[in-house]
C-alpha cells in the first residue's frame, strides 16, 4: 500500500519562507512525473508545480513563479518545494503527488493528466 506523507507546513507571516517535503512508504521515487498541489478553503485544488522524471521538465503556476521552487532527490525519496516571499493568498493545504504509472505530461508550459498517488496534505497558513 502506497502512503504518501507531506511535512514542514505551519503558520508563518507575510513575507516569510517554508520548505515542504514528501515522503513515501510503499513506493520508490523513480523516473516519473511528481508534483504539489493545493487547496484553499472554498476553491478547487490547483496544480502548483510539477517536475518529470528526470528533472528535466518543470511546471510552475503563475501565482508561484519566482517564489517556489520544486526538486526531487530520488535517492532519498524526498520531493521538497521550497516556498518563498509567502503571502497570505499561499494559505491553503499543500499536498504532494505522485505518478509512477506516467500518465502525466510535464513541460514549462503545463502539468496535464491525473496523478495516481496523493499524499494527506500539510496545512500552510500565512498570516500576521
Known amino acids: 500500500q502506497v502512503q504518501m506523507v507531506e511535512t514542514g507546513g505551519g503558520l508563518v507571516q507575510p513575507g516569510g519562507s517554508l520548505r515542504l517535503s514528501c515522503t513515501a512508504s510503499g513506493l520508490r521515487f523513480g523516473n516519473y512525473p511528481m508534483a504539489w498541489f493545493r487547496q484553499a478553503s472554498g476553491k478547487e485544488r490547483e496544480p502548483l508545480s510539477c517536475i518529470s522524471g528526470s528533472g528535466e521538465n518543470i511546471y510552475y503556476a503563475d501565482s508561484v513563479k519566482g517564489r517556489f521552487t520544486i526538486s526531487r532527490d530520488n535517492a532519498k525519496n524526498t520531493l521538497t518545494l521550497q516556498m518563498n516571499t509567502l503571502n497570505p493568498d499561499d494559505t491553503a493545504m499543500y499536498y504532494c503527488?505522485?505518478?509512477?504509472?506516467?500518465?502525466?505530461?510535464?513541460?514549462?508550459?503545463?502539468?496535464?493528466?491525473?496523478?495516481?498517488?496523493w499524499g494527506q496534505g500539510t496545512q500552510v497558513t500565512v498570516s500576521a
Open positions: 503527488a505522485a505518478d509512477p504509472g506516467l500518465q502525466v505530461l510535464v513541460t514549462a508550459r503545463m502539468c496535464s493528466g491525473n496523478f495516481e498517488h
